[in-house]
């Protein structure tokens, strides 16, 4: 069931309403139930799945509490892992329908297994409250990917109505909708245009592909906006996934950004064990005799995050192209971090600052390796790729380019497109200035909060894309 429809929306708001409808100790079951039922409507399939690993989950965390075995961890940790790449990878499973939500609720179960057995949460004894942990509803579309420490305290105890946080959460919803519907569906036709092969001007090409990259954020942040206001209208903060990616100045900065919950994943999971483990330790032993203390101590790292970055390629999509989008990151960072170093000393030479006119040139310098990244990750093969990258860098011709424009969308839907980004811009601004403005609009008085709220409203109503004859994209990152 997508987060678009009006099914969720109607079970949305019946959560929203029973959920403060109903004492406070049973509120925790309105938020169960009305997964179960979301789940439910998704399939079978999707309850059968989600069902077994919250078991799995369940029983291993006490099991893993009683005997701290880390071959007890390595095997259920192994089933629950195993079952997630079974049905998205194995040719054996193509058939199959894939659980909504499967990557995410997999990630989050394998994780508490482990802070189980680390000692970092308590084993649940409840069988329901563990299923609510991995199947709570409104994040199990496209996550953000959660800690028990982070969500499961929330889910339990009940919250009581906050007239300032459900507007924020409000208003954090409507903005996710903005973002999706108004702005990234429409520039879906951009895409499309770039993947309708033929010969395309360089200027063309380039474009597209930052125009990708921009509906990338726009439906994924905004899918993840809606969620976390849904939850924060019920008193449930969930993890921040997007914090103004397009602002960062370095490739690690961005990854800092872009997609959080999943890079924190990894990084607590499999970056910090490797690289603290007694392999890694001697690596780094090793390597300082060659390479010197500084540059020795970040091999262990440099390879975890190379091998890290792999995996988050293949998590996209077990491809070429996915392979080389996570060795690309994987490579940048690793260099990165064996000649920071390097930098250090140069720009101590240099006497370069780390902030004033330098800001802006790094913060480009990072939005052009993203870019070069980008033409492998909507595309279906490396020739596909490297095709579109050798028409970027062909001779530009601008003969006929406002044909070509309006060819892909009408000269009103690219003003829309430009003033939805633009709205988004600046309140990315303002939010990286520390600036709550969901929280600050709650805060203001009704005359100016409501209508406000009501101008979104509005403005996705009629601008969103959707109705009769169209077409709705479904999110991006719903079939990872």
């Not at 369940?58 to 390595?74: F, H, I, M, T, Y």
């Amino acid at each position: 069931m997508s987060i678009l429809s009006l099914e969720f929306l109607l079970l949305a708001a019946c959560t929203v309403l029973l959920y403060y409808l109903l004492p406070l100790r049973i509120r925790w079951a309105v938020l169960l139930v009305a997964s179960a039922v979301y789940v439910g409507l998704s399939g079978w399939h999707s309850a059968a799945h989600l069902t077994v690993v919250a078991l799995l989950m369940w029983g291993g965390g006490l099991l893993l509490e009683r005997k701290r075995s880390r071959l007890l961890l390595a095997l259920l940790v192994g089933l629950d892992m195993s079952a997630m790449l079974l049905l998205k990878y194995a040719p054996i499973a193509q058939e199959l329908l894939v659980p909504v939500g499967l990557s995410y609720f997999t990630f989050q179960s394998a994780g508490y297994l482990v802070d189980v057995y680390s000692g970092k949460a308590q084993a649940q004894k409840n069988p329901l409250r563990a299923w609510l942990f991995v199947g709570y509803f409104p994040q199990l579309a496209q996550g953000p990917i959660s800690s028990w420490k982070e969500l499961g305290p929330q889910l339990m105890t009940g919250h009581r109505l906050e007239p300032e946080q459900f507007i924020s959460g409000f208003t954090l919803l409507l903005w996710g909708y903005f973002k999706k519907l108004v702005i990234a569906d429409r520039l879906a036709a951009t895409t499309d245009a770039l993947l309708g092969g033929g010969s395309l001007p360089g200027w063309f090409v380039l474009g597209g592909v930052v125009l990708y990259t921009v509906r990338l954020y726009m439906d994924f942040s905004g899918g993840m906006d809606a969620v976390r206001g849904l939850s924060r209208m019920m008193g449930v903060e969930l993890p921040e996934n997007f914090r103004r990616p397009f602002f960062a100045t370095s490739v690690a900065d961005y990854w800092r950004r872009w997609h959080i919950t999943l890079g924190k994943w990894f990084r607590a999971y499999m970056l910090y064990p490797l690289t603290t483990s007694r392999a890694g330790i001697a690596l780094g032993r090793l390597a300082s005799k060659s390479l010197g203390k500084r540059t020795g101590r970040a091999v262990p790292s440099a390879l975890a995050t190379l091998l890290v970055f792999l995996l988050i390629g293949l998590w996209h999509a077990a491809n070429w192209n996915a392979v080389i989008y996570g060795a690309y990151f994987g490579l940048v960072m690793a260099s990165s971090m064996l000649l920071e170093p390097v930098w250090k000393t140069t720009r101590a030479t240099l006497r370069l600052p780390q902030g004033g006119f330098m800001t802006p040139l790094r913060i480009v310098r990072t939005l052009g390796l993203i870019l070069l990244a980008q033409y492998f990750a909507f595309t279906a093969s490396p020739q596909q790729s490297l095709a579109l990258l050798g028409q970027t860098l062909a001779p530009w011709s601008f003969e006929g380019c406002a044909a070509q424009l309006t060819a892909v969308m009408a000269p009103l839907e690219w003003l829309i497109a430009g003033a939805g980004c633009a709205a988004v811009l600046v309140v990315d601004g303002l939010c990286e200035r520390k600036v709550d403005v969901c929280t600050r609009l709650a805060r203001a008085p009704i005359a100016l909060c409501w209508p406000v709220l009501l101008a979104l409203i509005l403005v996705i109503a009629v601008f969103g894309m959707y109705g009769t004859g169209y077409n709705g994209a479904d999110f991006l990152y719903t079939q990872f």
